[in-house]
T-cell receptor, first 112, second 113 residues
Framework: KAGVTQTPRYLIKTRGQQVTLSCSPI?????VSWYQQTPGQGLQFLFE???????NKGNFPGRFSGRQFSNSRSEMNVSTLELGDSALYLC???????????FGPGTRLTVT | GNSVTQMEGPVTLSEEAFLTINCTYT??????LFWYVQYPGEGLQLLLK?????DKGSNKGFEATYRKETTSFHLEKGSVQVSDSAVYFC????????????FGAGTRLFVKA
């Protein structure tokens, strides 16, 4: 079974721009979660989707948004980028949102 | 709300030393507990898990026991190898906490040859 894939792996953007990150979950997994990982804040939960519905959202500003498609693939968008948005963005999928999660390799976003 | 606290790193050990990484949690319900590991340049991967009190999770020589009375899930390994150098995350998921997994801050482990 193919693992969780994330594209792109690396991104460099300028302050004020917007960015879209993509995640393809493991086949059959309907729950997709997104996390932001930074050295100072650790792993912070962004949101969780199941069957195209956002079921939970972390404590992030409205500039961070996401969606899930009918094939369970998910995207997250960050608008009006700030320097502090530089981070590794991790996507994880699972068949049970309370069970183990399977992580992708992440997208490294650098905002200059 | 739910939370996970794990010992700060980095932890530096010599090869074949004994490893303990402490993890305690706060949860309103009956959580499942996990240890994840992150190798350089990679995403997290599940190391082991336990779903109820007194369960012991084990994998690749690592062990952790779900202790409800002390709300702890400490990670141990009897003899570490250089290849165990990584960041270790303790985590919990709990139906009362909503559809999300809560992670600890992570503990970086360095193992010297």
């Amino acid at each position: 079974k193919a693992g969780v894939t994330q594209t792109p792996r690396y991104l460099i953007k300028t302050r004020g721009q917007q960015v879209t990150l993509s995640c393809s979950p493991i086949s059959g997994h309907r729950s997709v979660s997104w996390y932001q990982q930074t050295p100072g804040q650790g792993l912070q939960f962004l949101f969780e989707y199941f069957s195209e519905t956002q079921r939970n959202k972390g404590n992030f500003p409205g500039r961070f948004s996401g969606r899930q498609f009918s094939n369970s693939r998910s995207e997250m968008n960050v608008s009006t980028l700030e320097l502090g948005d530089s981070a590794l963005y991790l996507c994880a999928s699972s068949s049970d949102p309370f069970g183990e999660q399977y992580f992708g390799p992440g997208t490294r976003l650098t905002v200059t | 709300g739910n939370s996970v606290t794990q010992m700060e790193g980095p932890v530096t050990l010599s090869e074949e030393a004994f490893l303990t990484i402490n993890c305690t949690y706060t949860a309103t319900g009956y959580p499942s507990l996990f240890w994840y590991v992150q190798y350089p340049g990679e995403g997290l991967q599940l190391l082991l898990k336990a779903t109820k009190a007194d369960d012991k999770g084990s994998n690749k020589g690592f062990e952790a026991t779900y202790r409800k009375e002390t709300t702890s899930f400490h990670l141990e390994k009897g003899s570490v190898q250089v290849s165990d150098s990584a960041v270790y995350f303790c985590a919990l998921s709990d139906r009362d906490g909503g559809f999300k997994t809560i992670f600890g801050a992570g503990t970086r482990l360095f193992v010297k040859a």
